[in-house]
Nanobody, 128 residues
Framework: DVQLQASGGGLVQAGGSLRLSCTAS????????IGWFRQAPGKEREGVSC????????YYSDSVKGRFTISSDNAKNTVYLQMNSLQPEDAAIYYC?????????????????????WGQGTQVTVSS
């Protein structure tokens, strides 16, 4: 069975840091790229970052660029999202998702409908 296990969420003060992990099983990890999405109450789900396993590149939304860093440990089938300088507007449920790496992922990665598998989400709460 395919599984994506997201973990690492929690409560942090504004300006603090968290590291999320997404561990995958049930598919050939090297053939897939992993994206992180988030959804706050009353808002649409938005793409936060993606690690493109095809070209070992990282992509970020403008709202997190310079504060978040995505990385991949293919030996552990795990992608990490290091989140620094967290702000209350970063509070959301964070989901990881896997997409069989297509051409042009650098342009399409924020489109959640393209992803094949989804994890269960991990809550991030930021207090001001």
């Amino acid at each position: 069975d395919v599984q994506l296990q997201a973990s690492g969420g929690g409560l942090v003060q504004a300006g603090g840091s968290l590291r999320l992990s997404c561990t995958a099983s049930g598919f050939i990890f090297d053939h897939y790229s992993i994206g992180w999405f988030r959804q706050a109450p009353g808002k649409e789900r938005e793409g936060v970052s993606c690690f493109d396993n095809g070209v070992s590149s990282s992509y970020y939304s403008d709202s997190v660029k310079g504060r978040f860093t995505i990385s991949s440990d293919n030996a552990k089938n795990t992608v990490y999202l290091q989140m620094n300088s967290l702000q209350p507007e970063d509070a959301a449920i964070y989901y990881c998702a896997a997409i069989k790496t297509p051409l042009g992922l650098e342009f399409s990665w924020p489109e959640d409908r393209l992803y094949d598998y989804w994890g269960q989400g991990t809550q991030v709460t930021v207090s001001s």
